[in-house]
């Protein structure tokens, strides 16, 4: 295995006492405690090109009204759709769950595989969901799920050099001790959500500044 970055131990342990500030607006929403890995893999399904804000309470809504696939199946489009409303592409994404239910009904006993390979099968279900969907419903940590804040901070970071999420997952899981795996992508989405912003970001408040060379950074606060 080619060498950890630099300083890795002590910049995720600073990551792990900032992030005791930060609330996961999914998984405040849906419980730690409750989630199913089906209801990991439709909340990340549904906070696709979708703020996490927004996300939280629709995914909420939705599994107090349907959580399992066979619930979901049963659901009409159209109140489907009205539930969903206010992420974005919700119309494409409500067919997506409904289709994706049907098939855990009807080819794996209404369970979520615990198969990447598996999980990629299913119709708009990328690496990013899949990954998320291992480790996070499976709380198998056998990847290391990448959405845009872990890309664009681990590249700030200079722990790898990639042009796009899929890239970044590649190279992390070359580099990060697999210890880290589980949480990298908890710690990172908190710290980019709330310091490290994807525009711009405050560096002059950031509690590993002094170990980030804060590569590709054109502007801060
Ligand atoms: S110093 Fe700036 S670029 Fe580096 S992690 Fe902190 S906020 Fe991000």
New binding site residues.
């Given amino acids: 295995m080619p060498k950890p970055p630099k300083n890795i131990d002590k910049i995720i342990s600073l990551l792990k006492k900032e992030a005791k500030n930060f609330a996961n607006p999914i998984v405040t929403e849906i419980g730690e405690e409750t989630r199913s890995p089906f209801m990991v893999l439709i909340s990340c399904l549904l906070s696709l090109r979708t703020q996490d804000k927004t996300t939280g309470p629709v995914a909420k809504r939705l599994f107090d009204m349907a959580k399992t696939p066979q619930e979901i199946a049963k659901v009409p489009l159209k109140k489907l759709q009205k539930i969903i409303m206010p992420v974005n592409f919700y119309i494409t994404k409500s067919k997506r769950m409904k289709e994706i239910s049907r098939i855990l009904v009807e080819k794996y006993n209404g369970k979520v595989p615990d198969d990447f390979d598996e999980l990629m099968k299913l119709k708009g279900v990328g690496k990013k969901t899949a990954a998320i969907t291992m480790v996070y419903g499976h709380n198998k940590a056998d990847y290391i799920p990448v959405d845009v804040h872990v890309h664009v901070?681990a590249n700030?970071?200079g722990w790898v050099k990639t042009k796009n999420a899929e890239q970044t997952m590649e190279e992390l899981m070359k580099v990060v001790p697999k210890k880290y795996w589980y949480d990298l992508n908890d710690l990172f989405v908190a710290h980019g959500q709330n310091?490290?912003l994807t525009n711009s970001?405050?560096?002059s408040k950031?509690k590993?500044?002094e170990y980030?060379p804060?590569i590709g950074?054109i502007r801060?606060r």
């Fill in positions: 901070l700030r970071l310091i490290c970001p405050f560096c950031c590993i500044r980030c804060r950074v801060s």
